[in-house]
């Protein structure tokens, strides 16, 4: 096999992971470049030039699968730089981007709304009307959809959402749309509701299109041109780019459905913390946390398999946008290494959501930055070496540092110190909050599953965010700070089809049901056949319903068998849900009947993928084994250990507090806790279990 290259392009780095013709990783990382993605590509590849004893073009040349990952899309929606939009709808619906679903975070407190994703200038009514049986009500007058087109095109629209009513049900209206769009203004690019979410609920569905139209502009160049510099350089294998979905597409797919692309890097993480875990023995329920520059995100694995959802909002839960498509369950908040500490109006210190990104970055990078940050605090506090930050390459102005650092800290009374640990507090406790929000209020107890932290700032606070979710143990991979490439590494190729069909089991039409079912696995199977080629060692195809209690708002996933061919499999499908609904909501409701209202089929082309090997010790770095002056709130300043990590053998234990320091992150051990090297090069760390665990259980309770 070649040589196998993962990326992921962040906000602050583009993190890199090549696995060699043996199998064996290689990470590098790289500021991000926001202008053109592959000359931080580039720049990173670059670096492992001598490790790899092969130029950029020759690897390339040598590399029969790239996958890729990306914020670019999340970037372009939050930055206001997606495609002008217009939105076809039906007449007397046109407010179904403003109204959106009726929720609000605060019932008693009034917050400010964002402009729906469309503006009503770029709105246009169509008059045609399909009902909920899929009859034509009012046949579509072809007149109103060309003037519509004319005017969009005279207002400078660059893309075109259609969504019509229930052309879930009868797509006839919906398809003549998109004939004359094609016919009357072929260079536009244009989304159909029921071909991209053919789902029931009319915002979502509207929501999902209007964004996927929007960013089909934007990605279409930005993939096309990464492509064609890829394979400028010396590029001749497969290109895949990674996808909400947690699996992998070729490019022109992503194209087609770029609403897929957003959140691709963050989705990759729980794909490698899996990998990381069955390989380390480490249990199947897993929390995910992958701390970057900018962001900090949080997902959820549950015995052993990857959850999802489809409430990603994009700009805060009910006042921002969303995406209405099935992703993997990932929270974000704005806790990244780069995120801006600042004193709030009433003398609070904060941390976030802003970020001081990769340009200019944090005031250490010396780059112009004057705003304190995670990194400046670690930086303070003796946490990060400044003279091998990513091995060397960046060295960081600790001077700058401390000055932005003693700008918050004098206002609140504090020394450098005491404001540098404060922030890195105030930032732990964020992501708990965070990671509390994906967890208890699910039903799943922290302290039951094993914490996977990611990412170039996991390190820096796995410890105390474990402490306080009662978490025992941490897994820290060898390639943490980077766990989304990572995990592009170890994707398949995924996705998903559907056909809306609404059923309750009391009275369920099999025929009908079998007939969406068999539509759904055509096209699956027309997917799975387009991958002549690629290197697709087995197939898989799993079949599902999303189905609700009656009268309920939201719909879980269930899986069916491939035809429902008697009564019995409609009761396995109901005990299946019952069983579900106990596990998420601690509550069944027997003898209950379903409302069934999506049939799906997912479809998975498994890859081969490189094996874990155990990490040979390497030499240690100069200045990496000795001692640093660190501070902790239990210790004070004090002089700790510090460790050169790539250089300790299997099975070495480093009791806190220490400093292991890594090319591309540092992992803190604090006093309390320990870090045990696995034989695969990876650090689990172990929180002494009095210190561990914050509240004691239900049964420990009663005893006492």
């Not at 490439?485 to 190729?493: N, P, Q």
Request: proline residues 7%; negative net charge.
């Amino acid at each position: 096999m070649g040589f196998r290259i993962s990326v992921d392009t962040g906000g602050t780095f583009t993190d890199v992971i090549v696995a060699d013709e043996a199998g064996a990783l290689h990470l590098a990382k790289a500021p991000t470049d926001l202008a053109r993605a592959f000359q931080s590509i580039e720049n990173a590849l670059a670096q492992l030039e001598p490790e790899l004893g092969v130029t950029v073009a020759e690897l390339l040349g040598r590399t029969d699968v790239f996958t890729y990952g990306t914020t670019r899309a999340t970037n372009a929606i939050v930055e206001g730089r997606t495609a002008r939009t217009a939105f076809f709808t039906t007449e007397g619906f046109p407010d179904i981007l403003l109204l959106r679903e009726g929720g609000k975070p605060e019932p008693f407190r009034q917050l400010p709304y964002p402009p729906p994703y469309v503006p009503r200038f770029l709105t246009f009514e169509l008059r045609e009307r399909i009902d909920s049986e899929g009859e034509v009500f009012v046949p579509l007058d072809e007149q109103s959809v060309l003037e519509a087109i004319a005017e969009a095109r005279r207002l400078g629209a660059e893309a075109v959402a259609v969504c019509l009513i229930w052309s879930i049900v009868n797509p006839d209206h919906e398809l003549r749309v998109g004939e004359l769009l094609a016919r009357e203004w072929p260079e536009v690019p244009f989304t159909l509701s029921h071909e991209l979410n053919p789902i029931i609920r009319e915002y979502r569905r509207a929501s999902s299109t209007a964004i996927d139209a929007s960013l089909k502009p934007v990605m279409q160049d930005y993939l096309r041109m990464l492509e064609q510099d890829l394979r400028t350089a010396g590029l001749r294998g497969h290109v895949f780019v990674a996808t909400s979905f947690g699996g992998a597409w070729r490019p022109q797919e992503v194209t087609e459905r770029p609403i897929y692309s957003i959140g691709s890097g963050p989705s990759m993480a729980p794909v490698a913390a899996l990998t990381y875990a069955e390989a380390e023995k480490a249990g199947r329920d897993l929390i995910v946390c992958d701390t970057g520059g900018t962001t900090f995100d949080v997902g959820l694995v549950s015995a052993g398999a990857i959850n999802y959802s489809a409430e990603t909002w994009l700009g805060g839960r009910w006042i921002g946008h969303i995406t209405g498509i099935r992703a993997v369950d990932v929270k974000s908040i704005g806790a990244g290494g780069g995120s801006i500490v600042w004193i709030d109006p009433g003398g609070l210190l904060r941390v976030g959501p802003q970020s001081a990104g990769a340009e200019p970055g944090p005031a250490c990078y010396g780059q112009g930055g004057t705003d304190p940050t995670i990194t400046d605090a670690a930086v303070v506090l003796g946490w990060i070496d400044p003279d091998y930050f990513l091995g060397g390459r960046l060295p960081l102005d600790s001077a700058a540092a401390h000055a932005a650092v003693e700008r918050i800290a004098a206002p609140l009374g504090l020394s450098v110190h005491e404001g540098a640990h404060a922030a890195l507090t105030i930032a732990s406790e964020n992501i708990v909050g965070a990671i509390r929000e994906i967890t208890i209020a699910q039903g799943i107890d922290p302290r039951e599953v094993t914490m996977v932290a990611g990412g170039g700032a996991s390190g820096l606070n796995a410890v105390p965010i474990a402490r306080e979710l009662g978490c025992r143990r941490v897994l820290l991979p060898s390639t943490a700070s980077a766990l989304s490439a990572c995990g592009a590494l170890f994707a398949d190729i995924v996705s998903e089809f559907s056909r809306s069909r609404y059923e309750e089991t009391r009275s369920l039409d099999r025929e009908s049901v079998n007939d969406a079912l068999a539509d759904a696995e055509n096209r699956a199977d027309q997917f799975l056949a387009d991958l002549g080629g690629l290197p697709v060692t087995a197939e898989r195809k799993d079949f599902f319903v999303e189905a609700r209690y009656r009268a309920q708002v939201w719909e879980l996933d269930v899986p069916v068998p491939r035809r429902l061919e008697s009564e019995g499999d409609v009761r396995a499908v109901e005990e299946a849900f019952h069983a579900t609904h106990e596990r998420i909501f601690a509550v069944r409701e027997p003898g209950q009947y379903l409302e069934c209202l999506l049939w799906k089929v997912r479809a998975t082309a498994v890859l081969d993928k490189p094996e874990l090997r155990p990490r040979r010790p390497a030499q240690a770095a100069a200045g990496g084994d000795g001692h640093v002056e660190a501070y902790f709130r239990e210790t004070g300043l004090a002089t700790v250990p510090r460790h050169d990590g790539p250089s300790l053998p299997p099975g070495t234990r480093i009791d806190g507090p220490a400093i292991l320091r890594e090319p591309t992150t540092t992992v803190v051990v604090y006093p309390g806790s320990s870090a045990v090297v696995t034989q695969y090069g990876n650090y689990l760390l172990e929180l002494e279990p009095e210190r561990a665990e914050s509240t004691p259980t239900f049964e420990e309770a009663l005893a006492r």
